[in-house]
C-alpha cells in the first residue's frame, strides 16, 4: 500500500511533466544558460516565471485525484475526511468518519461528541430480555401486575436509567431465544425483536460476536465472558484398605516372600556358627536357633521394631546389614508414596481442561442448541485449520444426531441435567458458576476455561443513536469499581458453596478421616482375634494331654535292672561317702516321655543311711519287669542315652550322677 506521500510526489513529477510537455508543443522553449548549482550565487533561472505560469494553467488526473490550481495556487478540488476512533467487540479499535471538508461547502459534520444526555430526559425506552441466573429473574410476579425484574444486568440497565434520565418497559422475549440467524436469512430471539424494531434494547447474558454485531450495534463490554464446565462433585470413593495402595501387589507379594527367605538363611548361619563354637569350645550364639525366632527377628526389624543382637560373624553381619538396608528404602518409599497417594486422592475431578473432557468416553456432554456456545464449538470443530482436535471431539459429541442426543434447550435444564449426574454442561462461566454457589447440596462444582474471549454487552438497534453514550456510561462504571460492587453481589467468593474451597484446603492439607485409618484398625482386631483363638486352643491342647495319658509301649527296657543297677552303684558309694540327709530324689530322668504329675515309685530303703531313693518313673501295672533289648544308647530315652542326672538332698546339697545307656558310671558329690 502506497503511502500519501508518494502519491503527491507521483502527481507533482507527472504536472511537472505535462508543463514541459505543454512548453514544446506551443514552440515557447528558451535556451538558457547553464546553471551551476554547487556555487551560492547563481544567475536566476531567466524561464522560471514562464514555467511557473504553464504549471497554474495545467490540469491532469493523478493518482490523488483531479489537481490544477487557481490564482492563488490553491487546488479547488481538495477534500478531506476527519477521522475518529471507535471500539468494536469484534475488531477491537477501529477507524470511521466523523466528517468531511472541502473548499466549497467546508465542514460537513461534527468535530465534537454529541451530548445525549438532554435527549434521554423523559424518554420511554422498550426493553426486551430473557431469564437467565444471575442476570435477569423474576423478583415478583404479583397476579395483575407487571412483573418485577432482579439481576446483574437489571441493575446496570437502573444505574444507566438513573444517570441519564430515562425510563424503560420491560418485556420477555416470546420464543426464549436470545438470537440465532436462521437458514432463510432471518432472525429470531431477542436480536430479531431488535431488527424488526419492537424493541429498543436488549439485555439479559447477550454475548457479543461478529455474526450478531453485523445486525445490530453493542455497547461497551460491562462483564466478560468465558465458557465453563458444570458437573457434579464426584463422591468419595471409601476404600478401607487404601494403606496398600502405595505399593502394587507384586511388591507385597514380593516383601511377604523375601521375610522367611532372609529368616531362613539366618537360621542356617545361626546353626553353622553353634557347630563351629562346639567344636572350638567357643560360647554357642545368644539368640535361639529355631526357625520361627530368626523369621521373629527379622520380621521385627522390617517393622522397625528392633530385635535380638545376632551378629555374632561376618556372614551374619552382612545379611543383617542388607536386610536393614533394604527396610530402610522400603519405608521410606512407602512413606512418600502414601503421602502422594493421599493427596491425589483428595483432588476432585480428573477433568480440568476441555482436552480431558475430550479425551474421556464415561461422561456425556453438550450446550444449549442455536446458541452463541453451540456456535462457537461448530465454528471451532468444523475448521479444517485448527490444530488441535480438541474441539473436533468436543463437536462431534455435541452434534450427535443433530445435537438432540446431548444438547439441552435450555440453560435452566441443562444445569438440572447436571446436577444429576454423569452430564457435563457446557456454558457461560458466570451463569454455571451462579447455579454453583446456590445449590443446595453443593453438589456440582465449575471448571473454567479462557477459551473465548468475548463479552456481555447490551444490544441496540442498528445505527442507534444511544450505543455511544452507553458506552460512555458504561466505563465510568468500570472506572468507578460499581461493577465489581455488583459482581460481588451477585458472585459472591465466599458463602454457603465456596468455589475456592478446593484449592485452599489442597493448599492448606486436609484432616484425615476415620475411613482412611480402617485398614489399620481391621489388621489390628483381625491380629487381636487371632491371637486369642490361638491362646484358646493351645489351653484347649494342653488340658487334653493331661487328662489322657498314652502308654508308654515299646520300651525295652527292664526297669527292675536299672533299679538294681543303681542301687548298687550308690551301695559302694555310701561306705565313704558322708550324707546327712534323710533322703535322695532323682530328679528330671524321664523315661520315654514321662509326665511330671504321674506318681513316684520308691525303689529301696537304706537302714545305715535312712536314706530312699526315688526315681520320677511311672508305676507300671501289667508290665512285670520289661526286659532291656539291643538297643543302642543313642535309642534310650533321654536321660539315659547320654545325660547328666542330679540327686537332690532335702538339705539343699545334692550329687550328679553321670548317665550312659543304662550304667551310672560316677557319682560327685557336693
Not at 88 to 115: M, P
Request: with cysteine; proline share 3%.
Amino acid at each position: 500500500m502506497l503511502q500519501v506521500s508518494n502519491l503527491y510526489l507521483y502527481d507533482s513529477v507527472l504536472m511537472l511533466a505535462n508543463a514541459f510537455h505543454r512548453k514544446l508543443e506551443d514552440r515557447k522553449w528558451h535556451s538558457m544558460a547553464s546553471l551551476n548549482c554547487m556555487r551560492k550565487s547563481t544567475k536566476p533561472w531567466n524561464g522560471g516565471k514562464s514555467m511557473l505560469e504553464t504549471i497554474k494553467k495545467g490540469r491532469i488526473t493523478g493518482l490523488t485525484g483531479i489537481m490544477e490550481f487557481r490564482e492563488d495556487s490553491s487546488n479547488p478540488h481538495v477534500q478531506f475526511e476527519i477521522l475518529g476512533t471507535s471500539y468494536s467487540e469484534t475488531f477491537g479499535k477501529d477507524v470511521r468518519r466523523l466528517a468531511t471538508w472541502d473548499s466549497i461547502k467546508g465542514l460537513n459534520g461534527s468535530l465534537q461528541e454529541k451530548r445525549l444526555d438532554s435527549d434521554l430526559q423523559g424518554l420511554t425506552m422498550k426493553v426486551v430480555t430473557i431469564l437467565e441466573e444471575p442476570f435477569v429473574m423474576v423478583a415478583e410476579n404479583i397476579l395483575g401486575q407487571p412483573k418485577k425484574y432482579k439481576g446483574f444486568s437489571i441493575d446496570v440497565l437502573d444505574a444507566l436509567s438513573q444517570n441519564l434520565g430515562f425510563k424503560y418497559e420491560i418485556y420477555q422475549v416470546p420464543d426464549g431465544k436470545y438470537g440465532h440467524q436462521l437458514p432463510n436469512g432471518s432472525w429470531n430471539g431477542m436480536i430479531g425483536e431488535l431488527i424488526n424494531k419492537r424493541a429498543d434494547i436488549a439485555v439479559s447474558a447477550i454475548t457479543i460476536t461478529p455474526e450478531r454485531e453485523s445486525v445490530v450495534d453493542f455497547s461497551k463490554r460491562y462483564l466478560d465472558y468465558s465458557v465453563g464446565i458444570l458437573i457434579k462433585k464426584p463422591e468419595e470413593r471409601i476404600n478401607i484398605f487404601s494403606l496398600f495402595a502405595p505399593f502394587d501387589f507384586a511388591v507385597w507379594a514380593c516383601i511377604a516372600a523375601v521375610i522367611p527367605v532372609v529368616g531362613v538363611l539366618i537360621f542356617v548361619l545361626n546353626r553353622i556358627q553353634a557347630v563351629r563354637a562346639q567344636g572350638s569350645n567357643q560360647p554357642s550364639p545368644s539368640t535361639s536357633s529355631t526357625l520361627h525366632s530368626a523369621i521373629w527377628i527379622v520380621y521385627g526389624a522390617f517393622v522397625q521394631q528392633g530385635g535380638e543382637s545376632i551378629a555374632n560373624s561376618v556372614a551374619m553381619r552382612i545379611v543383617m546389614g542388607s536386610w536393614w538396608l533394604f527396610t530402610l528404602i522400603v519405608c521410606s518409599s512407602y512413606t512418600a508414596n502414601l503421602a502422594a497417594f493421599l493427596t491425589v486422592s483428595r483432588m476432585d475431578n480428573p477433568i480440568r481442561t476441555f482436552q480431558d473432557l475430550a479425551k474421556q468416553m464415561d461422561l456425556s456432554y453438550g450446550t444449549v442448541k442455536d446458541s452463541s456456545v453451540y456456535e462457537y464449538f461448530k465454528a471451532k470443530g468444523t475448521n479444517t485449520l485448527e490444530q488441535d482436535n480438541t474441539f473436533a471431539e468436543l463437536w462431534r459429541t455435541i452434534s450427535k444426531n443433530n445435537g438432540a442426543d446431548n444438547c439441552v434447550s435450555s440453560p435452566s435444564e441443562g444445569i438440572r441435567k447436571a446436577k444429576k449426574g454423569n452430564y457435563a454442561f457446557l456454558w457461560d462461566v458466570t451463569v454455571v458458576e451462579y447455579a454453583a454457589l446456590t445449590d443446595d447440596d453443593c453438589s456440582v462444582t465449575v471448571i473454567g476455561n479462557t477459551i473465548s474471549s468475548k463479552g456481555y454487552g447490551i444490544a441496540l438497534q442498528h445505527g442507534s443513536p444511544y450505543r455511544d453514550i452507553f458506552s460512555q456510561r458504561i466505563l465510568e462504571f468500570q472506572d468507578t469499581g460499581y461493577l465489581d460492587v455488583l459482581k460481588q453481589k451477585w458472585w459472591p467468593r465466599m458463602g454457603r458453596c465456596d468455589l475456592n474451597s478446593h484449592n485452599n484446603a489442597q493448599a492448606d492439607g486436609k484432616a484425615l478421616k476415620l475411613h482412611s485409618f480402617a485398614g489399620v484398625f481391621c489388621i489390628l482386631a483381625i491380629g487381636l482375634l487371632l491371637a486369642c483363638l490361638v491362646a484358646a486352643l493351645e489351653l484347649w491342647w494342653n488340658s487334653n494331654r493331661c487328662r489322657q495319658e498314652s502308654p508308654k509301649e515299646d520300651k525295652e527296657v527292664n526297669l527292675e535292672q536299672v533299679h538294681r543297677r543303681l542301687n548298687s552303684l550308690i551301695d559302694e558309694d555310701m561306705a565313704h561317702k558322708q550324707i546327712s540327709t534323710a533322703s535322695i530324689e532323682i530328679s528330671a530322668l524321664e523315661i520315654g516321655g514321662m509326665q511330671s504329675s504321674q506318681s513316684l515309685e520308691p525303689v529301696r530303703e537304706y537302714q545305715n543311711t535312712q536314706l530312699s531313693v526315688t526315681t520320677f518313673l511311672p508305676e507300671q501295672t501289667g508290665h512285670g519287669g520289661r526286659t532291656l533289648g539291643s538297643m543302642s544308647s543313642s535309642n534310650l530315652p533321654l536321660p539315659l542315652s547320654s545325660s547328666a542326672t542330679k540327686l537332690v538332698f532335702l538339705d539343699g546339697s545334692s550329687l550328679k550322677v553321670k548317665v550312659r545307656a543304662i550304667a551310672i558310671l560316677a557319682v560327685h558329690g557336693q
